[in-house]
């Protein structure tokens, strides 16, 4: 195999980039992105910037403390996995972190084990002939104790050429989330083997290139919730759930970013919506397109919101804490994204994205059903009073409008809780330090790797 190679040593230098997990390069065909961590990544970013300025005197300082002796117990390729992580997914690191027990182990090491096989996806320099073969055996790598790759251009590559140190600690893991892992691992190179050079055309592709890119890792991080007991079998074995939780995230991605994706030459709306409204779907960015841009856009967000009924019947299973939360959050952000997209002009013109007081309410509130069923039948509601009488989709966007808000309404006071030992309002509040302080250590890091250069010079 190309760029194959005995297992490698990593520098200092490899942390000194400050990377992110926006799209990448140009290309007609779909670009992979981990969108089920994306849109969270994005909203604890808001947050932690909006938060910045009540930070007390000597924050830094003591929450840096905090996060580093939790690591002293690390094995060194453990904390190299975090530390990549925290590179890769600067700010949703922290709601790793926040996971209970041995849990945050695994979903940082299917994290990682993800990333690099949506690096090699991503990197446009790697022909097909090398690709597509890496893409379908990527899982097998995970058992290759010295397998890396050191051919890739992508910025995020010392997950490839760091490879046997991830798949260490995946050996590591216990059995149950190795197979978990392994399992998501090969259906989603395949899955990106498939729509490598094909575009997305019906509205059932467009589902199933979702399901590759998100709905997967729902399925993957359910069934690690159940492997480590913190969740009941069921929430692990409802595989239909856990894919319409990531869907939900994946699509509004989409819909959201549709002039970063046309001006970058990536196509993500699928044909059977955009067509019926226009010739190409670029032309939804000329401003006499607009009626039609707007009812394309509408169409695709009431598709969106038909996966809302099951990302509340998920949520409403979930008994622990930690996994609550790091699960809610995503979800509220993403129907606040789209109450903000519906209906809206600056989708073709510009960025849409929720105010950062607005993050920070979210991921503050968004700690127990009630508070998240709160927030949907708000947002939806916000939704409903945008609908317009002449809109295409008008009736079946009310229709789902009125599902959801009477899903959102039921009472949730009989299910029962296991380990909310901590207050909600707590916990938010320790998960926002822990990003701000995953955000400094980034900083302080990079700070000191650049003076380093500078005095070697």
């Known amino acids: 195999m190309a760029g194959a190679c005995c297992k490698c040593t990593a520098t200092l230098s490899v942390f000194k980039r400050s990377l992110s997990v926006a799209p990448r390069g140009c290309s007609s065909a779909p670009r992979y992105q981990l969108a089920g ?40 390729s453990l904390r190299t996995c975090y530390v990549y992580l925290n590179q890769t997914s600067r700010s949703f690191a922290a709601v790793i972190q926040a996971l209970d027990g041995e849990l945050r182990h695994a979903v940082c090491i299917f994290y990682l084990v993800l990333r690099a096989l949506d690096t090699v996806e991503d990197d446009m320099s790697i022909p097909l002939n090398t690709k597509v073969p890496m893409l379908n055996d990527f899982h097998t790598y995970l058992y290759q104790h010295d397998w890396c790759f050191t051919k890739s251009q992508e910025k995020d590559r010392q997950v490839l050429e760091d490879f046997p140190t991830i798949s260490l600690e995946f050996r590591n893991l216990a059995q149950d989330y190795r197979d978990v892992i392994s399992e998501i691992c090969h259906r989603m190179g395949v899955g990106m083997a498939e729509f490598l050079e094909k575009k997305v055309g019906s509205m059932k592709e467009w589902d199933l290139y979702c399901h590759y890119v998100a709905g997967l890792v729902g399925v993957g991080l359910s069934k690690l919730f159940s492997a480590s007991k913190l969740e009941d079998p069921e929430v692990g074995q409802d595989t239909e759930l856990a894919n319409s939780m990531g869907l939900f995230l994946q699509k509004t991605n989409i819909i959201r970013d549709y002039l970063e994706d046309t001006q970058e030459g990536r196509a993500f709306w699928p044909q059977e919506a955009w067509s019926q409204f226009a010739g190409r779907l670029e032309d939804f960015a000329q401003p006499q397109k607009l009626d039609s841009a707007l009812s394309c856009l509408n169409l695709l967000v009431t598709d969106a919101l038909r996966h809302v009924p099951d990302v509340i019947a998920y949520l409403s299973r979930l008994r622990n804490q930690s ?10 952000m993403a129907i606040a994204t789209l109450s903000s997209c519906y209906n809206n002009p600056m989708v073709f013109q510009g960025v849409v994205k929720i105010r950062k007081g607005q993050a920070v309410t979210l991921m503050m509130d968004a700690t127990n059903m009630g508070a998240v069923q709160t927030i949907i039948a708000q947002y939806s509601q916000e939704i409903f009073q945008k609908v317009s009488l002449t809109d295409p989709s008008r009736d079946k966007t009310l229709h789902i409008l009125t599902v959801i808000q009477e899903k959102s309404t039921l009472s949730q006071s009989s299910l029962p809780s296991r380990t909310h030992h901590l207050s909600p309002m707590y916990l938010s509040a320790a998960m926002l330090l822990a990003a701000l302080s995953w955000q400094y250590l980034n900083t302080t890091a990079a700070q000191a790797q650049g003076t380093g250069d500078m005095q070697g010079q």
């Open 37 to 76: 961590w994306r849109l969270g990544e994005r909203g604890l970013q808001e947050a932690s910037r909006a938060s910045s300025a009540v930070r007390p005197a000597g924050f830094y300082r003591h929450t840096a403390s905090v996060c580093l002796s939790c690591q002293e117990s690390m094995s060194e």
């Open 323 to 332: 996994v609550f939360n790091f699960c809610a959050i995503p979800q509220v």
